[in-house]
């Protein structure tokens, strides 16, 4: 006897295509729009979509977390410093203290727990879906970006005539990380200068991600490392405090963005 429901290879495929294009269709409009789905760009999202602001990432790779899933050197163990372990605690990770104000988790552990939080909260993502530019409004703000598939990026330049699309927001978050793609573009047209990352210095990066996360243009908020590549300051290294607190910040700045525009 069989144990599954009988359903044809048709109703699969129709299932798959025709959600996937109700989601497209519902999200070619949101709040907040995140470049990045790292630690930090999921921990934005996670808290604005809690406050019911509707949220979609878009995310260049077929997988989410960045290196929140593989720690420093390939191996799997991430860091976080203190207070960043009462997020650890939030998102119901198990972790050890390793000396005094520093912790220890398991990295797919913490990033799996991290990405269910933010699916819970009704955060949607678009994967395999790189960025490409943005959208500029009236009062030449930020109000979208352009986005294509991924695997464009791959295709011989004569093939590559495969136009992009646009999707709205009234915000956009920055959490690409190092990268920091989207203030890189403005940065090709002119309108902003980023310093790039410096060498690493654990001990002042942390504090100084978090402080210097907040709106860098209008409509284009910063999180994570991509706070470092913008102000020139210390890179980070395998530790993830910052990463999450930073994604708080960037969160609380566009609730209150967003609030004062309604």
């Not at 019911?52 to 163990?77: A, S, T």
């Not at 997020?87 to 203290?97: G, H, N, S, T």
């Not at 243009?217 to 706070?227: D, H, R, T, W």
């Amino acid at each position: 006897m069989p144990i599954f429901t009988s359903v044809s290879e048709k109703d699969v495929t129709r299932a798959i295509v025709s959600e996937f294009m109700k989601q497209f269709d519902q999200y070619a409009e949101a709040d907040c729009m995140i470049v990045g789905g790292g630690p930090s760009g999921l921990m934005a999202g996670r808290e604005l979509a809690r406050q019911k602001y509707k949220v979609l990432i878009i995310e260049r790779n077929n997988y989410l977390g960045g290196g929140f899933w593989l720690g420093g050197y390939l191996m799997n163990k991430v860091t976080v410093r203190e207070p960043a372990q009462k997020i650890l605690d939030e998102l119901q990770v198990p972790y050890i203290k390793y000396v005094e104000g520093l912790y220890v988790a398991d990295g797919p552990h913490a990033c799996s727990k991290l990405i269910a939080a933010a699916c819970d909260a009704g955060v949607k993502i678009a994967n395999m879906t790189v960025f490409d530019d943005v959208v500029i409004g009236e009062n030449n703000r930020v109000r979208g970006v352009v986005v294509n598939w991924t695997p464009i990026t791959a295709l011989p330049r004569e093939l590559t005539c495969v136009d992009p699309i646009a999707l709205e927001a009234q915000i956009v978050i920055d959490s690409t990380g190092h990268d920091a793609c989207v203030v890189r573009k403005l940065e090709e047209r002119g309108v902003l200068k980023a310093k790039g990352y410096g060498a690493m210095w654990v001990n002042q990066s942390e504090d100084l991600v978090v402080e210097h996360t907040g709106e860098v243009f209008p409509g284009l908020v910063i999180s994570g490392m991509a706070v470092s590549t913008m102000y020139g300051l210390p890179r980070m290294g395998p530790t993830f405090g910052a990463m999450l607190l930073s994604g708080k910040r960037a969160a609380e700045v566009v609730a209150n963005i967003l609030t004062k525009q309604k």
